[in-house]
Protein backbone atom coordinates (compact mmCIF):
# COMPACT_ATOMS: atom_id res chain seq x y z
CA UNK A 1 0.00 0.00 0.00
CA UNK A 2 2.73 2.13 0.35
CA UNK A 3 3.72 2.02 -3.34
CA UNK A 4 0.75 3.82 -4.31
CA UNK A 5 1.58 6.77 -1.58
CA UNK A 6 4.95 6.98 -2.62
CA UNK A 7 3.93 7.41 -6.78
CA UNK A 8 1.21 9.81 -5.80
CA UNK A 9 3.89 11.82 -3.73
CA UNK A 10 6.69 11.97 -6.49
CA UNK A 11 4.02 12.72 -9.08
CA UNK A 12 2.92 15.13 -6.82
CA UNK A 13 -0.64 13.51 -7.31
CA UNK A 14 -2.73 15.17 -4.32
CA UNK A 15 -6.23 14.17 -5.07
CA UNK A 16 -7.14 11.80 -2.83
CA UNK A 17 -10.30 12.15 -0.71
CA UNK A 18 -11.35 11.47 2.79
CA UNK A 19 -14.07 9.37 3.66
CA UNK A 20 -16.97 10.78 5.70
CA UNK A 21 -16.83 7.19 8.29
CA UNK A 22 -12.78 7.89 8.94
CA UNK A 23 -13.76 11.63 9.86
CA UNK A 24 -16.65 10.83 11.80
CA UNK A 25 -14.53 8.09 13.67
CA UNK A 26 -11.54 10.44 14.57
CA UNK A 27 -13.25 13.88 15.04
CA UNK A 28 -16.01 12.56 18.02
CA UNK A 29 -12.79 12.68 20.06
CA UNK A 30 -12.55 16.54 20.10
CA UNK A 31 -14.71 19.54 21.32
CA UNK A 32 -15.13 21.97 18.66
CA UNK A 33 -17.77 24.06 20.58
CA UNK A 34 -17.88 27.79 20.05
CA UNK A 35 -15.09 27.29 17.81
CA UNK A 36 -14.69 28.51 14.07
CA UNK A 37 -13.44 25.86 11.85
CA UNK A 38 -11.48 26.48 8.92
CA UNK A 39 -11.39 23.91 6.00
CA UNK A 40 -8.61 25.24 3.95
CA UNK A 41 -7.99 22.30 1.13
CA UNK A 42 -11.88 21.63 0.78
CA UNK A 43 -13.90 21.45 -2.43
CA UNK A 44 -17.56 21.33 -1.39
CA UNK A 45 -18.79 19.52 -3.94
CA UNK A 46 -16.19 16.25 -3.11
CA UNK A 47 -15.57 17.44 0.52
CA UNK A 48 -16.39 14.86 3.21
CA UNK A 49 -14.63 17.13 6.05
CA UNK A 50 -17.14 20.26 4.87
CA UNK A 51 -20.67 17.39 4.95
CA UNK A 52 -19.43 16.45 8.28
CA UNK A 53 -19.39 19.52 9.97
CA UNK A 54 -22.28 21.20 8.19
CA UNK A 55 -24.52 18.18 9.07
CA UNK A 56 -23.15 18.22 12.61
CA UNK A 57 -22.95 22.05 12.47
CA UNK A 58 -25.73 22.38 15.44
CA UNK A 59 -24.87 19.37 17.69
CA UNK A 60 -21.06 20.15 17.66
CA UNK A 61 -21.99 23.83 18.64
CA UNK A 62 -19.68 25.50 16.20
CA UNK A 63 -19.58 28.79 15.95
CA UNK A 64 -18.46 29.26 12.35
CA UNK A 65 -17.57 26.58 9.36
CA UNK A 66 -15.36 28.44 6.76
CA UNK A 67 -14.18 26.57 3.79
CA UNK A 68 -12.01 27.28 0.68
CA UNK A 69 -11.02 25.74 -2.31
CA UNK A 70 -8.33 25.54 -4.69
CA UNK A 71 -8.60 25.95 -8.64
CA UNK A 72 -5.85 26.03 -11.11
CA UNK A 73 -6.59 29.13 -13.13
CA UNK A 74 -5.25 27.50 -15.97
CA UNK A 75 -7.80 24.93 -16.17
CA UNK A 76 -11.08 26.89 -14.74
CA UNK A 77 -13.45 29.08 -16.76
CA UNK A 78 -11.86 32.79 -15.85
CA UNK A 79 -13.66 34.24 -18.28
CA UNK A 80 -16.98 34.32 -15.87
CA UNK A 81 -16.34 36.97 -13.01
CA UNK A 82 -19.87 36.95 -11.28
CA UNK A 83 -21.86 34.29 -9.69
CA UNK A 84 -25.42 34.23 -8.90
CA UNK A 85 -26.24 31.04 -7.38
CA UNK A 86 -23.66 28.89 -5.62
CA UNK A 87 -24.44 25.24 -8.01
CA UNK A 88 -22.60 27.53 -10.95
CA UNK A 89 -19.79 28.60 -9.06
CA UNK A 90 -19.39 25.20 -7.31
CA UNK A 91 -19.58 23.70 -11.13
CA UNK A 92 -17.34 26.43 -12.59
CA UNK A 93 -13.65 25.36 -11.30
CA UNK A 94 -13.10 28.72 -9.51
CA UNK A 95 -11.66 28.90 -6.37
CA UNK A 96 -14.03 30.00 -4.12
CA UNK A 97 -14.99 30.29 -0.54
CA UNK A 98 -18.25 29.51 2.28
CA UNK A 99 -18.71 30.86 5.69
CA UNK A 100 -21.29 29.89 7.41
CA UNK A 101 -23.08 30.64 11.12
CA UNK A 102 -25.70 29.00 11.13
CA UNK A 103 -27.81 25.61 10.07
CA UNK A 104 -31.37 24.50 9.72
CA UNK A 105 -31.76 21.39 11.57
CA UNK A 106 -32.54 18.76 11.57
CA UNK A 107 -30.96 17.72 8.46
CA UNK A 108 -32.45 14.03 7.95
CA UNK A 109 -31.23 13.34 4.59
CA UNK A 110 -29.00 15.07 1.75
CA UNK A 111 -28.50 14.01 -1.38
CA UNK A 112 -26.20 16.27 -2.75
CA UNK A 113 -24.29 19.47 -1.65
CA UNK A 114 -26.59 21.92 -3.37
CA UNK A 115 -29.32 20.34 -0.89
CA UNK A 116 -26.94 20.79 2.03
CA UNK A 117 -25.98 24.24 1.40
CA UNK A 118 -29.88 25.52 1.09
CA UNK A 119 -29.46 23.91 4.83
CA UNK A 120 -27.20 26.99 5.72
CA UNK A 121 -27.02 30.50 5.98
CA UNK A 122 -23.51 30.16 4.19
CA UNK A 123 -22.87 32.32 0.50
CA UNK A 124 -20.51 30.79 -2.15
CA UNK A 125 -17.94 33.29 -3.23
CA UNK A 126 -15.37 33.14 -5.41
CA UNK A 127 -12.44 34.29 -4.39
CA UNK A 128 -9.58 36.71 -6.25
CA UNK A 129 -6.56 34.44 -5.58
CA UNK A 130 -6.47 30.94 -6.67
CA UNK A 131 -7.91 29.63 -3.24
CA UNK A 132 -4.33 28.26 -2.45
CA UNK A 133 -3.89 27.74 1.25
CA UNK A 134 -0.67 29.39 1.19
CA UNK A 135 -2.41 32.76 -0.23
CA UNK A 136 -2.94 36.01 1.49
CA UNK A 137 -6.42 35.61 0.97
CA UNK A 138 -6.52 31.85 2.66
CA UNK A 139 -3.98 33.03 5.45
CA UNK A 140 -6.41 36.16 6.33
CA UNK A 141 -9.36 33.28 6.72
CA UNK A 142 -6.72 31.24 9.00
CA UNK A 143 -6.17 33.87 10.82
CA UNK A 144 -9.55 34.37 12.25
CA UNK A 145 -9.77 30.68 12.49
CA UNK A 146 -9.41 28.60 15.68
CA UNK A 147 -8.97 24.90 14.51
CA UNK A 148 -7.59 24.06 10.92
CA UNK A 149 -9.17 20.65 9.65
CA UNK A 150 -8.51 18.97 6.39
CA UNK A 151 -6.48 16.45 4.77
CA UNK A 152 -4.02 19.00 2.74
CA UNK A 153 -1.86 17.88 -0.21
CA UNK A 154 0.69 15.01 0.55
CA UNK A 155 3.39 16.77 -1.65
CA UNK A 156 2.77 19.89 0.35
CA UNK A 157 2.68 18.64 3.87
CA UNK A 158 5.25 19.87 5.89
CA UNK A 159 4.97 23.11 4.33
CA UNK A 160 1.23 22.94 5.61
CA UNK A 161 2.10 21.95 8.60
CA UNK A 162 4.63 24.87 9.17
CA UNK A 163 2.05 27.33 8.23
CA UNK A 164 0.05 26.08 10.90
CA UNK A 165 2.52 26.36 13.57
CA UNK A 166 3.34 29.83 12.28
CA UNK A 167 0.36 30.82 13.31
CA UNK A 168 -0.27 29.16 16.50
CA UNK A 169 -3.64 27.13 15.54
CA UNK A 170 -5.38 24.24 16.51
CA UNK A 171 -5.51 21.26 14.09
CA UNK A 172 -6.68 17.90 12.96
CA UNK A 173 -5.07 17.38 9.51
CA UNK A 174 -4.17 13.65 7.63
CA UNK A 175 -0.43 12.72 6.95
CA UNK A 176 1.84 10.22 5.89
CA UNK A 177 3.25 8.57 9.30
CA UNK A 178 6.88 8.70 7.88
CA UNK A 179 6.95 12.82 7.50
CA UNK A 180 7.31 12.36 11.51
CA UNK A 181 11.44 11.96 11.19
CA UNK A 182 11.60 14.43 8.55
CA UNK A 183 14.02 17.58 10.16
CA UNK A 184 11.39 20.21 9.91
CA UNK A 185 8.41 17.73 11.51
CA UNK A 186 9.72 15.80 13.94
CA UNK A 187 10.71 18.89 16.47
CA UNK A 188 7.29 19.41 16.93
CA UNK A 189 6.98 16.37 18.46
CA UNK A 190 9.81 16.25 20.57
CA UNK A 191 8.87 19.27 22.31
CA UNK A 192 5.27 18.15 22.50
CA UNK A 193 3.67 20.63 19.96
CA UNK A 194 1.87 17.74 17.92
CA UNK A 195 1.07 14.07 18.62
CA UNK A 196 -1.00 11.43 16.84
CA UNK A 197 -4.55 10.90 16.96
CA UNK A 198 -6.71 8.14 17.56
CA UNK A 199 -6.90 6.40 13.99
CA UNK A 200 -5.32 5.33 11.20
CA UNK A 201 -6.42 6.34 7.44
CA UNK A 202 -6.52 3.32 5.57
CA UNK A 203 -8.55 4.35 2.52
CA UNK A 204 -9.11 7.16 0.15
CA UNK A 205 -11.50 8.12 -2.56
CA UNK A 206 -10.42 9.23 -5.65
CA UNK A 207 -11.62 12.14 -8.02
CA UNK A 208 -12.56 9.07 -10.65
CA UNK A 209 -14.56 7.64 -7.94
CA UNK A 210 -12.48 4.40 -7.04
CA UNK A 211 -11.54 3.79 -3.46
CA UNK A 212 -7.72 3.43 -3.00
CA UNK A 213 -5.66 2.04 -0.33
CA UNK A 214 -2.64 3.45 1.51
CA UNK A 215 -0.21 2.42 4.17
CA UNK A 216 0.66 4.41 6.82
CA UNK A 217 -1.48 7.72 7.21
CA UNK A 218 -2.63 8.60 10.20
CA UNK A 219 -4.10 12.03 12.14
CA UNK A 220 -1.59 14.43 12.82
CA UNK A 221 -2.80 17.12 15.91
CA UNK A 222 -2.34 18.96 18.65
CA UNK A 223 -5.90 19.20 20.01
CA UNK A 224 -6.57 17.34 23.35
CA UNK A 225 -9.13 14.88 22.93
CA UNK A 226 -12.16 13.47 25.34
CA UNK A 227 -10.14 10.64 26.09
CA UNK A 228 -7.04 9.31 26.82
CA UNK A 229 -5.52 7.38 23.57
CA UNK A 230 -4.02 4.24 23.68
CA UNK A 231 -0.41 4.25 25.27
CA UNK A 232 2.29 2.17 25.75
CA UNK A 233 3.08 0.55 28.75
CA UNK A 234 6.14 -1.47 28.63
CA UNK A 235 6.01 -5.01 30.04
CA UNK A 236 9.12 -6.93 28.72
CA UNK A 237 12.24 -7.22 31.46
CA UNK A 238 15.47 -5.71 30.19
CA UNK A 239 17.66 -8.89 29.08
CA UNK A 240 21.13 -7.42 28.04
CA UNK A 241 21.72 -10.13 25.77
CA UNK A 242 18.73 -9.34 24.19
CA UNK A 243 19.56 -6.20 22.59
CA UNK A 244 22.17 -5.03 20.02
CA UNK A 245 23.46 -1.60 20.69
CA UNK A 246 23.70 0.81 17.56
CA UNK A 247 27.38 1.08 16.44
CA UNK A 248 27.02 4.74 15.74
CA UNK A 249 24.54 5.67 18.84
CA UNK A 250 24.88 5.51 22.12
CA UNK A 251 21.33 3.13 22.82
CA UNK A 252 20.19 -0.03 21.85
CA UNK A 253 17.92 -0.84 19.29
CA UNK A 254 14.38 -2.13 19.67
CA UNK A 255 12.70 -3.30 16.38
CA UNK A 256 9.73 -3.73 18.18
CA UNK A 257 7.13 -1.89 19.91
CA UNK A 258 6.47 -5.12 22.13
CA UNK A 259 10.16 -5.29 22.87
CA UNK A 260 10.44 -2.06 24.89
CA UNK A 261 11.84 -2.93 27.99
CA UNK A 262 9.88 -1.37 31.36
CA UNK A 263 13.45 -1.05 33.44
CA UNK A 264 15.83 0.48 31.15
CA UNK A 265 17.01 3.91 31.38
CA UNK A 266 19.23 5.00 29.44
CA UNK A 267 18.67 5.57 25.38
CA UNK A 268 16.26 3.21 23.38
CA UNK A 269 16.23 3.58 19.29
CA UNK A 270 12.96 2.77 18.66
CA UNK A 271 10.66 2.20 15.46
CA UNK A 272 8.93 5.83 14.73
CA UNK A 273 5.50 4.03 15.02
CA UNK A 274 6.73 4.06 18.95
CA UNK A 275 4.68 7.89 18.04
CA UNK A 276 1.59 6.69 18.12
CA UNK A 277 1.47 5.07 21.03
CA UNK A 278 3.90 7.78 22.62
CA UNK A 279 3.84 7.70 26.44
CA UNK A 280 4.71 11.28 27.95
CA UNK A 281 4.42 9.94 31.85
CA UNK A 282 7.00 7.46 31.24
CA UNK A 283 9.79 8.60 28.14
CA UNK A 284 10.88 11.66 26.90
CA UNK A 285 11.41 11.73 22.98
CA UNK A 286 15.19 12.95 22.11
CA UNK A 287 15.51 12.92 18.66
CA UNK A 288 16.03 10.62 16.11
CA UNK A 289 18.58 8.97 13.67
CA UNK A 290 18.35 10.85 10.93
CA UNK A 291 18.94 14.18 12.31
CA UNK A 292 22.78 15.81 12.74
CA UNK A 293 22.35 16.06 16.33
CA UNK A 294 24.84 15.41 19.45
CA UNK A 295 23.68 12.23 20.14
CA UNK A 296 25.67 10.90 16.88
CA UNK A 297 28.90 9.11 18.38
CA UNK A 298 30.87 7.97 14.91
CA UNK A 299 30.74 8.70 11.35
CA UNK A 300 31.88 6.64 8.79
CA UNK A 301 34.67 7.20 6.40
CA UNK A 302 34.16 6.28 2.74
CA UNK A 303 31.40 3.77 3.47
CA UNK A 304 30.61 1.57 0.67
CA UNK A 305 27.59 -0.38 -0.24
CA UNK A 306 27.20 -3.14 -0.83
CA UNK A 307 24.22 -4.94 -2.68
CA UNK A 308 23.20 -8.74 -2.99
CA UNK A 309 23.89 -8.94 -6.56
CA UNK A 310 27.63 -8.13 -5.58
CA UNK A 311 27.28 -4.44 -7.26
CA UNK A 312 29.19 -1.58 -5.23
CA UNK A 313 27.93 2.23 -5.08
CA UNK A 314 28.53 5.07 -2.56
CA UNK A 315 27.07 3.90 1.23
CA UNK A 316 26.82 7.86 2.13
CA UNK A 317 23.63 6.56 3.61
CA UNK A 318 24.96 4.61 6.60
CA UNK A 319 25.80 8.10 7.77
CA UNK A 320 22.58 9.30 7.93
CA UNK A 321 20.78 6.41 9.71
CA UNK A 322 21.51 4.17 13.06
CA UNK A 323 23.34 1.33 12.38
CA UNK A 324 24.41 -2.21 13.37
CA UNK A 325 27.83 -3.61 13.83
CA UNK A 326 27.69 -7.45 12.07
CA UNK A 327 31.40 -9.94 12.37
CA UNK A 328 29.98 -12.53 9.60
CA UNK A 329 28.82 -11.43 5.78
CA UNK A 330 25.11 -10.28 5.74
CA UNK A 331 23.48 -12.08 2.32
CA UNK A 332 21.32 -8.34 2.71
CA UNK A 333 22.51 -4.74 1.27
CA UNK A 334 25.43 -4.17 3.77
CA UNK A 335 28.30 -1.48 4.42
CA UNK A 336 31.11 -1.01 4.68
CA UNK A 337 33.69 1.89 5.63
CA UNK A 338 37.50 2.60 5.88
CA UNK A 339 37.71 2.95 9.63
CA UNK A 340 35.56 -0.13 10.46
CA UNK A 341 36.34 -3.65 10.48
CA UNK A 342 33.24 -5.58 9.71
CA UNK A 343 30.07 -5.14 8.12
CA UNK A 344 27.40 -2.61 8.66
CA UNK A 345 23.73 -2.77 8.84
CA UNK A 346 21.74 0.21 8.38
CA UNK A 347 18.17 0.66 9.95
CA UNK A 348 15.13 2.34 9.57
CA UNK A 349 14.43 5.16 10.90
CA UNK A 350 14.51 5.54 14.67
CA UNK A 351 12.96 7.64 17.48
CA UNK A 352 15.84 7.86 20.26
CA UNK A 353 14.11 7.76 24.11
CA UNK A 354 14.54 7.58 27.29
CA UNK A 355 12.71 6.47 30.02
CA UNK A 356 11.84 9.79 32.69
Known amino acids: MNKFLHRARNLKNDEFYTLYEDIESELQHYDFADRIVYCNCDNLYKSQFFRYFVVNFNRLKLKKLICTCYA ?16 TIVRSEQPYKIEITEVRSPIVSVLNIYSLLKQTDGKVRKLKENGDF ?80 FGNIYWYTNMQGKSRRDCLIPEMAYIPEHYQPLDNFPAVNINKLSEIPKDYTEMM ?13 LFEILGTTREKNGFRCKWYEKPVLHKPDGTKTNGGKCNTNGTLLSTEKPEKTYYTAKNMDGFLLSVYGRVLIRRK
Open 72 to 87: DFEKADIQLSFFEDSE
Open 134 to 213: RSEECIRLMKKSDVIVSNPPFSLFREYLELIQEYHKQFLIVGNLNEVICMNVFPYFREEKVHFGYHAVKKFLTPEGNLQS
Open 269 to 281: AVPITYLLKHNPD
